[in-house]
């Protein structure tokens, strides 16, 4: 059981104790005030969640840091009360439940009831009346009582026993509290809000009577005596208005009066809080994809036999019972840099063999990581025995630092996980075991810090992990990969991710040669220019201040210098980039507080920290390749990100300059030339971009000179930049806003771009109408290859949520086949260079680009296989084209 929530055994429980307290909830208080709270959450399948994830939190908060005896939530009955009998107009003002809560309310129930909380629904009763009749009953019987509620009618039934705690605010509200502020006990706050009124409540009270008048009032009268006697009011006005309203008074008081005389029969000790169906909670929190929350279900282990690897003999006797597959799972950090400290083994058998190399091995000498590699040598390269694992790159790594490449069919569980849903923003083992298993094992996450790591687990906690590891890894392959095939996704699996795997792996154990002089001395240039930035800087606001703080920058812009705000945020004025560059045109500093922070974030980002990040063994960087991250396929990387390094300008050139090639090598650079655009052509069957495309013409300046209705010779350097921008944006489902803060001009001149843009390419325009209504058809949208993402916006109660769906519609099967073929390229590119046994190598993609380090006398057959595979990769209606750079660094290959 974790510490974090105070959720007692149900062993450790009492039979028929006193509760010390109590937290009665107002539970449809409570789901509104969640919904307000979290605006647009859903999970991949388009399911609003904000309510739920809101009122999850509030609910656990409670559990957690007031951990109470007992917990009892309240719900409105949906039947008429008493007070709709008395006024019809009662609450009447109220919108209709929003549809996007509506569906979240059954969520909601279910998790209350998987938390195994009391809850109760009266037919006729408000739920502020339940609430009142337990906590008087409760505070009866010597119960302290918190009643949970953002609701002001509940200061009425506030005593010494009885409490008000609002979890949003972590306040805790007393009778002192209630005639502190309003000057009377709380017991006499209907009689204020028969005078004021409530408009939540549509209580009507008097117009005109707010509360500070009402609480003179009422200090020194009863209600009773005003209304009988209405002359003791010294003001006419006031006492008019009392006069003319005697009926509404005693009407609104009957409203604002909650009852505390409801029958109602309970035993205190069904609120006694109990441990929750675990088993229900992981499906309910699973499900709605909260994975923060996922963390308080206790983690479990999979009791399958282990054993542990001690010798050579155990290791040879593992192998004797591989027969068609192996599964293998490693723990470490960094597969470039750290050998493992524990590998789990799995065959066909239940059983799990387990090595360690931690600091507490028996027989380090006969066993150690490289004499089993070694000893299993023939299984890896085996092309008749299947590998499976999870993340299995990590396991190419090692065996390539070892000189072993593997061979045969590999099942990767998290590269299958991502194809059946790219929309999740993790295919961790944990996650993926989650989704697909609906168990929440132990993880190595549940036993490291910041101050202990991999290398500080204990051997049988390692083992323990690893047992269950391969244990799910194994359930996980069988379920995945006969998804892949129901689906129809297979196919890309074993043509495009597989493959690449291998190809990834070689490139992250190949690195980038970093030229570190160079970032030493443009982080010295850099460091002048931002001085003399800052000087500047501090010249026009008249003095010195922090300016990498908005609050101290705000009051610079406007207060001292009077430039008017743009957007207020909950600390001040925004001075976001989008507000500094429209201040821009009315000021000078805006401007350069942009360079400031652009030179500033170049310089911590890459050029201070790239020397940081150079490994010390092989003096290269080694970033790491992402194959399960983004929702259309593309790659990325980190550690370092250099899919972000800035292409254009001379500082981004400067950055490029200082990745190098290795002696005796040339970095050579192939860049798709505008990929997308020709996918869009061949996708639409567009005529007249398919024409452009094959005769090779500027697409850029063609389309200028159709948005401008000039010759081609005509076309300026800005209609063409405007007409590049049309033609992406179109790509990517721009709207006549979007493009007019891009080009710098009206809503409607953009709006007549993208109409003429349309008038002139009906192909295209059929194109997206076409794919926007087979998602919403399908459910989700395919590349040319057959890989799929669901668009779950589409269905999506807001307005903006649909719209982006829309969006994701157009541009996924666009993007997502470039993907497609640039990591075919990089199949067969990183083949045919094997297969030649040459030594040049691909190090790097970023977005369409391939760079290669090519060995000097390789040289021009390298172009030959780089332009033959990139180009050849897929015949569409349109050739593709690539350009093709080479030199010492990248900057000058890229040029």
Known sequence: MPDLFAFPRDDQQKKKSTLKNIFLIDGNSFIYRAYHAIKELSNSQGLPTNAIYGFTNMLLKIIKEKAPDGILIAFDSPAPTERHRIYEEYKAQRPETPGDLIVQIPYIRNLVK??????????GCEADDILATLASEAAAEGIEVFIVTGDKDMLQILNDKVKIYDPMKNRVISKDDVIKRFGIPPERIPEMMALTGDTIDNIPGVKGIGEKIASELLQNHSLEELLENPEVIEKKRIRDLIKNN?????MSLDLARIRSDIPIELDYEECRT????????????????FGSLVKMIPPRSMDVPVRVINNLEDIRSFKKRVEESIVINSYLVNPVQHEPVGIGLGSISEDVWFLYSGSNNHDKKEHTIETIISELRDIFESSDIAKISHDIKKEYIILKRHGINMKGMVYDTMIASYLLNPNKSSHSLNETTLDYLY???RDIDDLTSNKRTIYDIDRDDLMDIARTDIAVIKKLKKELFMRLKSEGLFDIYRDIEMPLIDVLASMELTGIKVDIKKLHELSKQL????????????????EEFNINSPQQLSRILFEKLGLKPRKKTKTGYSTEVKVLEELSMEHELPSLILQWRTLTKLKSTYIDALPRLINRRTGRIHTTFNQAVTSTGRLSSSDPNLQNIPIRGELGRLIRAAFVADEGYYLLSADYSQIELRILAHLSGDQGLIDAFKRGEDIHTRTASELFGVSERDVTAEMRRVAKTVNFGIVYGISAYGLSESIGTSVEEAQSYIERYFNTHEGVRHYIERIIEMAKKHGYVKTLFGRKRAIPELNAASVHQRNLGERLAMNTPVQGTAAD??????ISIHRRIRERNLKSRLILQVHDELLLEVKENELDEIKDIVKEEMEGVIRL???LTVEIGFGKDWAEAHN
């Open 877 to 879: 209606d349109v050739p």
């Open 527 to 542: 460091q002048r220019q931002l001085i003399e930035l800052q000087r500047m800087i501090y010249d026009l606001a008249q």
């Open 439 to 441: 168990f929440r094992k």
């Open 246 to 250: 005697i009926e509404t008074i005693r």
């Open 274 to 289: 109990k441990e929750p169906d675990w088993d229900e909670l992981l499906e309910i929190f699973r499900s709605l994809e």
């Open 821 to 826: 073929i640039i990591k075919l390229a990089m």
């Open 114 to 123: 998987a938390l195994r909380i009391k809850t109760m629904e009266i037919e």
